[in-house]
Protein backbone atom coordinates (compact mmCIF):
# COMPACT_ATOMS: atom_id res chain seq x y z
CA UNK A 1 0.00 0.00 0.00
CA UNK A 2 0.82 3.87 -0.43
CA UNK A 3 -0.14 6.49 1.16
CA UNK A 4 0.14 10.48 -0.61
CA UNK A 5 1.51 12.33 2.95
CA UNK A 6 2.07 16.24 2.95
CA UNK A 7 3.74 17.29 5.95
CA UNK A 8 2.19 20.37 8.53
CA UNK A 9 3.09 23.43 7.87
CA UNK A 10 2.43 26.24 9.82
CA UNK A 11 0.58 24.69 13.27
CA UNK A 12 -1.57 22.75 10.72
CA UNK A 13 -2.47 19.59 10.47
CA UNK A 14 -0.30 17.11 7.73
CA UNK A 15 -2.46 15.98 4.86
CA UNK A 16 -3.09 12.41 4.73
CA UNK A 17 -4.81 10.64 1.56
CA UNK A 18 -6.30 7.48 0.48
CA UNK A 19 -4.35 4.59 0.29
CA UNK A 20 -3.58 2.38 -3.17
CA UNK A 21 -2.48 -0.60 -3.88
CA UNK A 22 1.27 -1.11 -5.46
CA UNK A 23 0.64 -4.36 -6.60
CA UNK A 24 -1.69 -7.91 -6.34
CA UNK A 25 0.09 -10.45 -4.90
CA UNK A 26 -1.24 -14.31 -4.08
CA UNK A 27 0.75 -15.60 -0.96
CA UNK A 28 2.39 -18.53 0.03
CA UNK A 29 0.81 -18.27 3.54
CA UNK A 30 -0.55 -15.48 6.01
CA UNK A 31 0.60 -14.45 8.90
CA UNK A 32 3.94 -15.19 10.50
CA UNK A 33 5.37 -18.55 10.57
CA UNK A 34 7.44 -19.50 13.10
CA UNK A 35 10.29 -20.63 11.57
CA UNK A 36 10.20 -18.74 8.60
CA UNK A 37 9.40 -15.32 8.82
CA UNK A 38 7.17 -13.60 7.02
CA UNK A 39 6.46 -14.36 3.76
CA UNK A 40 8.15 -10.74 2.05
CA UNK A 41 10.85 -8.70 2.61
CA UNK A 42 12.01 -5.63 1.17
CA UNK A 43 14.95 -6.41 -1.06
CA UNK A 44 18.42 -4.30 -0.69
CA UNK A 45 18.23 -0.69 -1.34
CA UNK A 46 14.77 -0.76 -0.36
CA UNK A 47 13.65 -0.29 -4.00
CA UNK A 48 11.85 -3.89 -4.15
CA UNK A 49 9.43 -6.59 -2.32
CA UNK A 50 10.68 -10.21 -2.52
CA UNK A 51 7.37 -12.01 -1.84
CA UNK A 52 7.17 -15.81 -1.30
CA UNK A 53 4.05 -16.78 -3.88
CA UNK A 54 1.94 -19.80 -4.91
CA UNK A 55 2.65 -20.58 -8.07
CA UNK A 56 -1.00 -21.96 -7.93
CA UNK A 57 -4.51 -21.29 -7.82
CA UNK A 58 -5.76 -24.46 -6.61
CA UNK A 59 -4.01 -25.66 -2.99
CA UNK A 60 -3.38 -29.98 -2.94
CA UNK A 61 -5.85 -31.50 -0.71
CA UNK A 62 -4.14 -32.44 2.70
CA UNK A 63 -4.41 -36.16 4.06
CA UNK A 64 -4.14 -37.06 7.32
CA UNK A 65 -3.82 -41.00 8.76
CA UNK A 66 -4.81 -41.16 12.42
CA UNK A 67 -3.68 -44.44 14.21
CA UNK A 68 -1.11 -44.73 11.40
CA UNK A 69 1.28 -47.10 13.61
CA UNK A 70 -1.46 -49.21 13.95
CA UNK A 71 -1.68 -49.46 10.09
CA UNK A 72 1.41 -50.00 10.04
CA UNK A 73 2.06 -52.71 12.81
CA UNK A 74 -0.91 -54.27 10.35
CA UNK A 75 1.03 -54.36 6.64
CA UNK A 76 4.23 -55.80 8.50
CA UNK A 77 2.47 -58.80 10.41
CA UNK A 78 1.31 -59.86 7.11
Same mark, same amino acid.
Given at each position: ?????? !?? +????? #??????????? !??? &??????????? #? &???????? +???????? +?DVVEPLTI????????? !????R
Open positions: MSVPFR !SA +RDHQA #PLIGAPTALFS !SRL &YFSGEAPDLGA #P &YDVGDGGR +RFLILETS +RVLNWSRLLD !SMVS
